[in-house]
């Protein structure tokens, strides 16, 4: 087992000075909220409200009385299991509009095929345990894209299939009843995305507004977005931007806590920095990554309440190890209690999807699986009288040995598409990451031709078409 105390950025007195900025930003500066439902709740709770600006200047009290209730005390321990899964179990997580073609680099809005054949890869190839709707079709009305994409994956597949993004508050109810009809539990909002992302500087425009209100009503935790942008849309500094992130989750819970006071609370961070020579937004730049773990120590550590980072939301343009570098940068903060993992198949800062970069971001999230599973310290294991045995021979080789037959498979982790053997030659080497993407194409490619068609419960099909009229 992996133990320890959790890293800290910075000590208590810099936690409350962040946490003292976001409060003054709450009350005097206050967050324009587009929904009449939701300044009713706040203004009936004592926040002074501007109907024509439509800003709340949130209370003091109120703001302590929601933490009070929906935190906790949090445990700046950790303790990870030892063990690890050689297999993979993937998931198609998000809702991302273009599809990234290997080798053409070729970027193109998603179409109805792109949807079908993206089911088909994740369903034919052993690695992926869930389907979803990675890829949102341009050629469909975006008021009815969610709920035909859920109905084209259901034709497609047996494997369970998880949701993603939603645009208007009209897609709510009919995601739910969906879900009731494919895991036959009342209520199912997995078809559906928890989070709901606030515009920064502290802005709910109406359309995140109804859906955060839509989503509360269904029962779904409170867990509000925070996406601030260093220098464009908060200060350049990283802890100016914590204080706006740190208030724009605050607000939210408040939010939540309004509606449904016996919700679960958390949130995710996923800041960026405006980089000056390129005048482009960078997600996975050292700055956004320190902004994204001090917003998670503020909450966790003053507020009890546990919100996630987005690791992985490369800004890499096309597949490759520019991609895996950029994302593995951000498991580097893993020890002050970010995520461990990186999200898969992401490129472009969340606009693009990659079916390549999500198998290659599979072998790098299984190598660190297989590094924070840590080892057995075992008489088996240390191999005392093996080690003295082979010493005695005078030519120590433990390669044909029982005890490495037992246990190589489960001490190891062996890539599948890393190539670790020696130096090939020039040429090999230099086409050497071309070669890993063709093959990892050819794997993808491979799963969609083989598609076979499982038993699909028809039932359940004309269920959910009756829904889509």
Same mark, same amino acid.
């Given at each position: 087992m992996i133990s320890g105390n959790l890293w800290r950025l910075h000590d208590d007195q810099a936690i409350k000075k962040i946490d003292s900025a976001a409060m003054s930003l709450l009350t005097k500066s206050g967050v324009r909220i587009e929904n009449d439902e939701l300044l009713d709740l706040l203004e009936s709770a004592g926040c002074r409200i501007e109907?024509?600006?439509?800003?709340?200047?949130?209370?003091?009290?109120?703001?302590?009385?929601?933490?009070?209730?929906?935190?906790?005390?949090?445990?700046?321990?950790?303790? #990870? =299991?030892?063990?690890?899964? $050689?297999?993979? @179990?993937?998931?198609?997580?998000?809702?991302?509009?273009?599809?990234?073609?290997?080798?053409?680099?070729?970027?193109?809005?998603?179409?109805r095929q792109d949807v079908v054949d993206m089911a088909k890869m994740a369903h034919t190839l052993d690695d992926f345990g869930e389907v979803g709707r990675v890829l949102v079709c341009s050629e469909v009305d975006p008021h009815f894209e969610p709920m035909w994409n859920t109905l084209q994956l259901a034709k497609?597949?047996?494997?369970?299939?998880i949701g993603g993004e939603v645009m208007f508050?009209?897609?709510?109810?009919?995601?739910?009843?969906?879900?009731?009809?494919?895991?036959?539990?009342?209520?199912?909002?997995?078809?559906?995305?928890?989070?709901?992302?606030?515009?920064?500087p502290l802005t709910l425009y109406k359309r995140q507004a109804d859906l955060f209100v839509a989503k509360r009503r269904q029962g779904m935790p409170i867990d509000p977005g925070t996406m601030p #942008? =260093?220098?464009?849309?908060? $200060?350049?500094? @990283?802890?100016?931007t914590v204080a706006v992130a740190v208030a724009e989750l605050i607000a939210g819970w408040v939010?939540?806590?309004?509606?449904?006071?016996?919700?679960?609370a958390g949130g995710i961070v996923c800041t960026g920095s405006l980089d000056?020579?390129?005048?482009?937004?960078?997600?996975?730049?050292?700055?956004?990554?320190?902004?994204?773990?001090?917003?998670?120590?503020?909450?966790?550590?003053?507020?009890?309440?546990?919100?996630?980072?987005?690791?992985?939301?490369?800004?890499?343009?096309?597949?490759?190890?520019?991609?895996?570098?950029?994302k593995m940068l951000g498991l580097s903060l893993a020890p002050f209690g970010t995520t461990r993992f990186i999200s898969a198949g992401i490129l472009s800062a969340g606009q693009d999807y990659s079916?390549?970069?999500?198998?290659?971001?599979?072998?790098?999230?299984?190598?660190?699986?297989r590094l924070w599973g840590g080892f057995e310290v075992s008489d088996?294991?240390?191999?005392?009288?093996?080690?003295?045995?082979?010493?005695?021979?005078?030519?120590?080789?433990?390669?044909?040995?029982?005890?490495?037959?037992?246990?190589?498979?489960?001490?190891?982790?062996?890539?599948?598409?890393?190539?670790?053997?020696?130096?090939q030659g020039q040429s090999t080497e230099i086409a050497a990451e071309y070669k890993m993407l063709e093959r990892i194409d050819n794997y993808c490619k491979s799963a969609i031709d083989q598609y076979q068609q499982p038993d699909i419960d028809q039932t359940k099909i004309n269920e959910l078409e009756k829904i889509l009229k």
């Open positions: 109907r024509s600006s439509m800003r709340c200047y949130y209370s003091d009290e109120l703001i302590a009385d929601t933490i009070g209730k929906l935190g906790g005390r949090t445990d700046d321990t950790v303790e #990870i =299991s030892t063990g690890w899964n $050689p297999q993979n @179990v993937l998931s198609q997580t998000g809702s991302y509009p273009h599809l990234l073609d290997w080798p053409s680099g070729y970027r193109r809005l998603a179409n497609t597949t047996d494997k369970p299939i508050v009209e897609q709510i109810d009919p995601l739910v009843k969906m879900g009731e009809v494919l895991t036959g539990k009342r209520g199912e909002t997995g078809l559906i995305a928890a989070c709901d992302f606030f515009i920064a #942008i =260093s220098g464009l849309s908060a $200060p350049v500094t @990283v802890a100016g939010l939540g806590y309004l509606i449904n006071p016996e919700l679960s000056m020579s390129t005048a482009s937004a960078c997600f996975t730049s050292p700055e956004a990554l320190l902004q994204d773990t001090m917003t998670t120590q503020v909450c966790r550590r003053l507020y009890g309440i546990n919100v996630s980072s987005v690791t992985g939301y490369s800004d890499a343009k096309r597949p490759g190890l520019e991609a895996v570098f950029q079916p390549v970069q999500h198998i290659l971001d599979a072998e790098i999230n299984k190598s660190v699986e088996e294991t240390i191999a005392l009288d093996l080690i003295h045995q082979q010493i005695a021979t005078g030519h120590a080789n433990f390669v044909d040995t029982d005890q490495t037959f037992e246990h190589y498979k489960s001490e190891q982790w062996f890539p599948r598409w890393i190539d670790r053997s020696v130096w």
